[in-house]
């Protein structure tokens, strides 16, 4: 059996590395009686800055990928085309029985729509998650990719009733647990021998952490700037450190914004995944708009809160340590300072987010 995985964007590396990982431990297991699985990687090259693919590919020892599509940025029908048509190729001439995607990235979307018009089985890994906002342009790969795929990897119970409400046969459904939180089971080991603390002078759990990328959150100077109020009122009362996204860059350029930040936010380059979990753990707090962060928050029991209007991921809010604030940033504002107050929310981690996802997914697959 053939299975190539796609990677394209950030959120996708730590997802895949899980599953390599188990494919690699199955074939080592069981090839003697099974036939292996052969398992190839395509990257999309969606993100193709440095610090935002190569040093993913190294702390998460992930394998040089099979195939470089190299496609670049671009608007979101020029990516996912230049996908499409680059991908189809890989997929004529490699003929896998299976494309495996992860997530929600246009690369997610393109790479399944080319394997589905090819008559390729299409798994999906972190399935049915929704927020019902479709101005996202995750909302829309997701619900799309759904629609298509023939196995479905759910996280969480939200994802279930989803899929289900939205007339996916139950067959296809399969509640495995969470890829990503298998890679910070895996790799939270690694985070003792780091030096990013030191090299940033920050103290455990003494400092807030900061991620915004989000289209709705950063392309609006209005927004922007009332995001960067609350951030310079936060930075009065602890230290702040806030790796910036290239989208998010480039508009605190062009709206002027730099020269107005608190001296006390560190804003730095992106960061690596084994240099940023250790930032994540040791946090006193979070403010993010990042989906992944929300989850990864959730798992390590560190405080989040979510500057956005809508999660796909309401777990996070419903059992977890993550706070939904919207674009309320005066309640956020509030609900920040409390927390540095002490005033914590408590919360537990989510049913089957215990490290074994990848190995459930290879298990099912192999049928
Ligand atoms: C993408 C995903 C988003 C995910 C995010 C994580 C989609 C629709 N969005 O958003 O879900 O949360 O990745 O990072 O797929 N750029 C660089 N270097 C890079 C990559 C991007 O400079 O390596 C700049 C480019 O100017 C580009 C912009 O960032 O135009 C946005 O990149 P793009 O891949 O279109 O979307 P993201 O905002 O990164």
């Not at 993100?47 to 998460?60: A, G, N, P, W």
């Not at 089985?121 to 019902?132: C, D, N, W």
């Not at 230290?239 to 860059?249: E, G, L, S, Y």
């Not at 809010?317 to 927390?339: P, Y």
């Amino acid at each position: 059996m053939k299975i190539i995985s796609v990677v394209g964007a950030r959120p996708n590396f730590m997802k895949i590395a899980p599953i390599h990982r188990a494919i690699k431990k199955y074939n080592s297991r069981f090839s003697i009686v099974h036939s292996p699985l052969t398992h190839l990687i395509c990257h999309t090259g969606q993100h193709y800055d440095e610090k935002m693919s190569k040093v993913f590919f190294e702390d998460l020892e992930l394998p040089k990928p099979d195939f470089y599509l190299g496609v670049g940025s671009g608007s979101h029908a020029e990516q996912t085309a230049k996908v499409m048509i680059e991908f189809e190729k890989v997929l004529l001439q490699e003929k896998p029985d299976y494309v495996l995607v992860v997530g929600d990235v246009n690369s997610t979307i393109a790479c399944s729509l080319t394997a589905k018009k090819l008559h390729i089985k299409v798994i999906h890994v972190e399935a049915g998650l929704r927020s019902f906002d479709m101005d996202m342009p995750e909302e829309v790969n997701r619900v799309l990719t759904d629609r298509i795929s023939d196995l479905l990897f759910v996280t969480e119970q939200s994802g279930i009733d989803n899929l289900k409400h939205e007339g996916v046969d139950d067959d296809k459904i399969n509640f495995v647990g969470n890829v990503m939180i298998d890679s910070v089971k895996y790799y939270l080991p690694k985070t003792e021998s780091t030096k990013i603390l030191e090299e940033y002078k920050l103290e455990k759990k003494n400092y807030v952490l900061v991620t915004l990328h989000r289209p709705s959150n950063v392309d609006d100077e209005t927004q922007l700037k009332k995001l960067f109020k609350l951030l310079n009122r936060i930075a009065e009362e602890r230290k702040v450190i806030f790796p910036i996204h290239p989208r998010t860059r480039k508009n605190l350029e062009k709206f002027n914004l730099l020269g107005t930040i608190n001296s006390n936010i560190i804003l730095t380059e992106p960061i690596g995944y084994i240099d940023f979990l250790t930032l994540t753990k040791n946090a006193e707090l979070i403010l993010t708009d990042s989906g992944g962060i929300q989850e990864e928050s959730t798992y390590l029991g560190v405080q989040c809160i979510t500057l956005r209007t809508s999660t796909e991921r309401p777990v996070t809010v419903d059992v977890g340590t993550n706070q939904l604030l919207g674009n309320d940033l005066e309640l956020a504002e509030k609900t920040a300072l409390d927390v540095l107050d002490g005033k914590i929310k408590l919360g537990k981690i989510p049913e089957l987010w215990d490290g074994n996802a990848a190995a459930r997914i290879v298990k099912r697959i192999k049928g």
